[in-house]
């Protein structure tokens, strides 16, 4: 991954760890800026996503180590600090609810991606500035897509609860989460025509 010949490597790793995310987004960040690599939309929100996904990622560092937590409790976790330093920000004093849900989005987004690779069920993805879209398909079906920023924008919208007088002054009601991904996976929503498709399940 350490530099892009046809913009197609960035999506061989299979699993996106951090450092893998971090990788392409300095890689992919880089020839964008330089002009020295073609890329389609798809391709250049890709990247974006994985700087959005990044910013929130940061939070992780200041998580105590917990091996019970889950990778969406630990993505609610650094949503609740990135949500948290908002309120406690001179310059801001609330939340970016639109921020917030870009970065949410993006961690979500490579959550899933990386769960539907494990399944051999991940079919491939679509990114735009309003779109995150993990592709999948069960055996026998047709592709669907699951969208993590009309699921970011829920959460944050019926699952985020701020309470400036308690100990967790900002935090996430799961049972809601867990309904709401529940609900987003259960749409199935149609495969855009300009997602990029994987010949065989995976990158």
Not at 64 to 81: F, N, R, V, Y
Not at 82 to 110: E, G, H, M, N
Not at 178 to 196: F, H, M, P, T
Request: proline letters at 1%.
């Amino acid at each position: 991954m350490a530099n892009i010949r046809e913009i197609e490597e960035m999506y061989r790793a299979g699993r996106y760890d951090l450092e893998t995310i971090a990788s392409v987004y300095k890689t992919g960040a880089s020839a964008l800026e330089s002009g020295s690599t073609h890329m389609g939309e798809n391709d250049a929100w890709f990247i974006a996503n994985c700087g959005y996904a990044l910013d929130l990622y940061y939070f992780k560092a200041f998580l105590a180590a917990d091996e019970k937590m889950t990778g969406i409790q630990e993505i609610l976790a650094c949503a609740s600090l990135a949500a948290y330093r908002d309120i406690v920000d001179p310059a801001k004093q609330c939340i970016d609810p639109v921020l917030l849900t870009k970065k949410l989005a993006a961690a979500l987004f490579f959550n899933i991606y990386n769960t539907m690779y494990d399944k051999g069920s991940l079919c491939g993805f679509y990114v735009d500035d309003q779109h995150t879209q993990v592709n999948m398909t069960a055996s026998g079906e047709e592709a669907y897509a699951v969208d993590t920023t009309v699921l970011a924008r829920n959460i944050i919208n019926e699952a985020l609860i701020v309470n400036e007088d308690s100990d967790s002054a900002v935090c996430f009601d799961m049972d809601k989460v867990n309904l709401l991904i529940l609900r987003e996976l259960e749409r199935k929503r149609a495969v855009d025509a300009g997602a990029y498709s994987f010949a065989r399940g995976a990158a």
